[in-house]
């Protein structure tokens, strides 16, 4: 079982990115998936969801109206754009997938970090 985030990386303050997380496991298409992040000397935070049809979503209120989470299973591939970032989106993301509610208070599976620096 494996979540591989992709995309981090160096931007100036009021970018943009997009990160994307591609899940091994097809059935993965039937659960929630969502992204946290962990910033330097923080604990780890829900950013977004996605439920498996994608008829809802949600955000954390720090990143409302800036970030929009997507995904296509056909490609089993969940997607996070990220635009007028800001130097405190600076954090670690990683993308998870929980067999329960859609909204994240328990995360089974993990994907690995992918680094996001936004430079003011």
């Known amino acids: 079982v494996q979540l591989q985030a992709s995309g981090g990386g160096l931007v100036q303050a009021g970018g943009s990115l997009r990160l994307s997380c591609a899940a091994s496991?097809?059935?993965?298409?039937?659960?929630?998936m969502g992204w946290f992040r962990q910033a330097p000397g923080k604990e780890r935070e829900f950013v977004s969801a996605i439920t498996w049809s994608g008829d809802r979503l949600y955000y954390a209120d720090s990143v409302k109206g800036r970030f929009t989470i997507s995904r296509d299973n056909a490609k089993n591939t969940m997607y996070l754009q990220m635009n007028s970032l800001k130097s405190e989106d600076t954090a670690v993301y990683y993308c998870?997938?929980?067999?329960?509610?859609?909204?994240?208070?328990?995360?089974?599976?993990w994907g690995q970090g992918t680094l996001v620096t936004v430079s003011s």
């Open positions: 496991r097809r059935t993965f298409s039937s659960y929630t």
């Open positions: 998870a997938v929980t067999l329960g509610r859609a909204t994240m208070t328990t995360v089974d599976y």
